[in-house]
C-alpha cells in the first residue's frame, strides 16, 4: 500500500501483540468492513477471540513472519514493546505504520526525553545511569527526592522506584537488576494528563479532548473527559501531542502522558505509539474511537471526528477481581462495560474497563 493508497474493505490488517489494545482494533477495523491477523506468542491472547486469523510465534521467528506478511496489507503494533528487529524485519514485506523508528525512540525512557528536547517540548530533570557510581552521580545532578526508572520494558509502576535523602542506592541498584536507569526529578504537578494524537498518511492531526488521569499503585484508575483544565493548559497540551506526531511523520495514533505541574506548565512524561489506556473513553464518549481512528489512519481512510458524544465520561480500570462486578456494573444506567476476554484475574492485572457516561 503506497502512503495514499486507501485499503478496500475485505483487506486484512495485520497486528503484532495480542492483548486487550489488539483486540479493541480488531473489533473496531471489523466494524469498517476489514479483517484482522494478530500475531503473538502468547497462545491465550485475548484478541485471537475476535480475529479473522492469527499466528502464534514469536517475534523472532522470521519464517512465521514472513508468512504472516503475505497475508496482510498492511501491520500495526498493540503494544510499543514489540521488538524493533521484528518491525524492521517486517518493513520490507508490508507496510507497517507506526514505523521501526519511532517504536525504537519509545521503548527507551532515555531516548523519549531527548526525544521531546530535541522538538522543545519540556520535561522534567533527568539523568541517565548505567552503573552504581552513574546512579550515585545522576541522583546528586538531578537532586532528591527523585524517581528512578529502568529505560526500558517498565509500566504501570513496574521496575520503578522512589529515592530519597536516605535511600541506598547500592542496594536499589541491585533490585532494579543492575541495568541502565533513568533518574528524574519529581514534579510538583496538581494533575496528570495525557493527550491522544491520531495522524494521517496526507498529514491530518487530530488531538482528542484531554482527559485527566488518576493513578492507583501505579496503575492508571480513572480518566476523565472532559478533565476540567483551563482552556490555556489544554492548548499547550494539545500543542506538544500535534508537534511529536508531525515529527515523527506518525501514521497511527500516539500518546504523550503529561504533568500539569502547580506553576501552570504542560511537561510531558512518556510517549506510546498506540492507543492507550487512557484513550478507552473515546469508546463511548466520543465520535470515533481511538481503535477506530488507528484503523482509518493506516487504512488510508480519512480520520473521524474527535467530538465528545456526551457531557462527561469517566473511564474506570477492572484491575484483578474488580471485573468480578460485571454484573452489577451492567445493570447501571449509562455504564458501558468492556471486559477483555482473559482467563485469569491476576492482582495487577488489567481486566476490562467500563465507561460512566453524564448525558
Known sequence: MSRRAVL??????????GGQLGRMTALAAANLGYRCHI????????AFDVSASHTQAPYEDQAALRDFASQVDVATYEFENVPVACVEFLAPL???????????????????????????????????????????????????????????????????????????LAALWAALGRRELIVEAVID??????????RAAD????????????????????????????PALLRQAEEIGRRAAEAVDLIGVLCVELFITRDGRVLANEMAPR????????????????????VRAISGLPLGLVDLRVRQVVMTNLIGAEADQWQAIAGEANAKLHLYGKREARPGRKMGHVNRLTL
Open 275 to 294: 492507543p492507550h489506556n487512557s484513550g478507552h473513553w473515546t469508546q463511548d464518549g466520543c465520535v470515533t474511537s481511538q481503535f477506530e481512528q488507528l
Open 8 to 17: 478496500p474493505p475485505g483487506s486484512t490488517i495485520g497486528i503484532l501483540g
Open 189 to 198: 504537578f496538581v494533575a496528570e494528563a495525557s493527550v491522544i494524537a491520531v
Open 94 to 168: 508490508v507496510p507497517v505504520h507506526p514505523g521501526a523508528d519511532l517504536l525504537r525512540t519509545a521503548q527507551h525512557r532515555g531516548r523519549e526525553k531527548a526525544f521531546f528536547q530535541r522538538i522543545g517540548v519540556p520535561v522534567a530533570p533527568f539523568a541517565l545511569a548505567d552503573s552504581e557510581a552513574a546512579l550515585t552521580a545522576a541522583a546528586q545532578q538531578v537532586g532528591l527526592p527523585a524517581i528512578v526508572k529502568t529505560t526500558t520494558e517498565g509500566y504501570d509502576g513496574k521496575g520503578q522506584a522512589r529515592v530519597n535523602a536516605g535511600t541506598d
Open 39 to 46: 500475531y503473538a506468542p502468547d497462545a491465550h491472547a485475548p
Open 203 to 230: 498529514g491530518t492531526v487530530r488531538c482528542f479532548p484531554i482527559g485527566r488521569n488518576v493513578h492507583r499503585n501505579g496503575i492508571l484508575h480513572t480518566t476523565t473527559v472532559p478533565g476540567g483544565f483551563d
